[in-house]
């Protein structure tokens, strides 16, 4: 009895044993469990790529979560970006462009054509501009277009007071696909009165060119052009965008319908400021 007992004590035992093994075990492995659980919440970071702006993040591709170059850089204008480790990227962001002289420009006329700032002929880097696309001044100096053959004297553009006592645009000088045009006078858009231009077709830059378009707006309007027929040019150097080009040309320029003479046998010189390329 006493063996049996003592089995029956010891199975009992081994019984509760073996109960409190496996409850213990049990325990434990739950434990173990939510442990991992745990640490797989603690090793959960954010996802870049996703799509989802997560803790951590303060982007994710196109989504900027409100954020604008203004909020990272107030005042300046540009692209924020986001990296490829979904942090946000203000390299694409300045000043230069908003419109208004900050520390370290020369100028700024913004990119509104509609709404230029005092001073400003055009946004900045475009077309008869002032002030180039890295907010720095476009310095014309004494560079002017001289016209030799009209009248009595020289016709003289460039940037403030002519001969004629009224003042003229820069005189500009630009590559198109085609041809090189220079421009000078009042109105280099619409040409009205005392203003000029000619084309250098097929050209591409530095040299001697034959038959030039040249053509001649006088101040009562006549115009008179030579239809690209004669005449000659030449360009001294074709450098960076904002400096000076200078050079020769000439060209017999006919009324083409107007008061005044039936011709004039044009020659000049030119100093102009190279604009941003015609697309």
């Known amino acids: 009895m006493t063996l049996l007992k003592r089995a029956g004590v010891i199975t009992f035992c081994l019984a509760l044993v073996g109960a409190a093994g496996c409850d213990g075990g049990g325990d434990q492995g739950n434990n173990n469990n939510q442990g ?4 797989n919440n603690s090793n959960t970071s954010p996802q870049c790529g996703n799509g989802v702006i997560e803790v951590g993040e303060a982007c994710e591709g ?9 909020s990272q850089l107030p005042g300046s204008v540009g692209a924020l970006l986001c990296t ?14 908003n419109g208004v002289t900050d520390v370290g420009e020369a100028c ?28 720095a001044e476009i310095s014309t100096g004494d560079c002017c277009v001289v016209m030799q053959g ?9 940037a403030g007071p002519v001969t004629t006592g009224t003042p003229t645009d820069t005189p500009n000088i630009q590559l198109g696909p085609n041809s090189i045009t220079l421009h000078a006078g009042l109105d280099k858009t619409q040409y009205h ?29 006549t115009w008179f052009e030579n239809n690209a027929m004669d005449g000659a040019a030449h360009i001294d ?14 060209g017999t320029a006919y009324n083409m319908g107007g008061p005044g003479p039936a011709s004039y046998s ?10 941003p390329d015609a697309p």
């Open 36 to 39: 991992n659980q745990n640490n």
């Open 108 to 135: 700024d006329c913004g990119g509104d054509p509609g709404n230029l700032p005092a001073g400003c002929d055009a946004v900045n880097g475009g077309a008869n501009a002032n002030c180039d696309a890295n907010c």
């Open 62 to 70: 196109q989504q900027l979560g409100g954020e604008t170059c203004e």
């Open 237 to 250: 150097d074709w450098t960076a965008v904002g400096t000076e080009i200078t050079g020769t040309f000439s």
């Open 84 to 97: 490829t480790q979904c942090q946000l990227d203000a390299s694409g962001c300045t000043l230069c462009g």
């Open 266 to 275: 044009i020659t000049g010189t030119f100093c102009a400021v190279r604009i």
């Open 150 to 158: 009209i009248g009595t004297s020289d016709l003289v553009f460039c």
């Open 193 to 221: 009165q005392d203003a000029m231009l000619f084309a250098i077709y097929q050209a591409t830059g530095a040299g001697d060119y034959v038959n030039p378009m040249v053509e001649y707006w006088d101040n009562a309007g």
